[in-house]
């Protein structure tokens, strides 16, 4: 697939016939450039993959892979390469999205087990979707900062730690912010 590219080092800046450095392609990518992201993921989602694969079901592959390449759009601004290729970096934040996934499947299946046992009441599932939108919504009228807490840890359902880290803040600053924005999803929509 990267043969596909070849002109595209040239036009952003890199010599004919040369590819350019993950240094120099995260460069382009914070800057928001769909070209040097497209190159990255040439170079280096058949390796992701891989160790997706040998981290999750089959299934839940793509979802990882996704989930990875998105981080890195995300939060390229807040990357501190170690070295000279983003590899290392992208398979971190892999296993990060594997552990999470694997996490989160865990808690729903036990979920649907638990809803089946209670004899799921059709109204309480529109009510509970309905509430779900309406936090949504309320969550998208946040800073993007506290989206991105919420997405990690409430969705992907990371630990503090590892979304700190991918967030480029502290610990204690996720913990705080995110107990801000529980409180407010509490006080606006009265649960716990």
């Not at 392609?25 to 058949?46: C, M, P, T």
């Not at 939060?75 to 501190?80: E, T």
């Not at 409180?183 to 649960?191: D, I, M, N, P």
């Amino acid at each position: 697939m990267a043969g596909q590219r070849t002109g595209l080092g040239a036009s952003m800046g890199a010599p004919a016939g040369q590819q350019q450095s993950d240094a120099a392609l995260l460069e382009q990518i914070i800057k928001r450039n769909q070209g040097a992201f497209a190159e990255v993921y040439d170079r280096h989602s058949r390796p992701v993959a891989w160790l997706a694969h040998s981290l999750v079901p089959g299934h839940l592959t793509d979802d990882v892979l996704q989930g990875t390449f998105i981080t890195l759009w995300d939060s390229s601004h807040r990357i501190a390469m170690s070295g000279e290729s983003l590899l290392p970096w992208l398979m971190g934040t892999c296993r990060i999205h594997s552990k999470a996934l694997l996490r989160k499947e865990h808690r729903h299946r036990h979920e649907a087990t638990d809803s089946a046992v209670a004899g799921g009441n059709v109204e309480d599932e529109a009510l509970h979707r309905h509430l779900i939108a309406a936090i949504e919504a309320h969550i998208s009228g946040l800073s993007d900062l506290d989206q991105q807490i919420y997405r990690l840890c409430i969705h992907a359902d990371l630990s503090y730690d590892s979304a700190a880290e991918q967030l480029g803040i502290t610990s204690s600053t996720l913990r705080n912010r995110l107990s801000r924005l529980r409180s407010g999803v509490r006080r606006r929509f009265g649960s716990d």
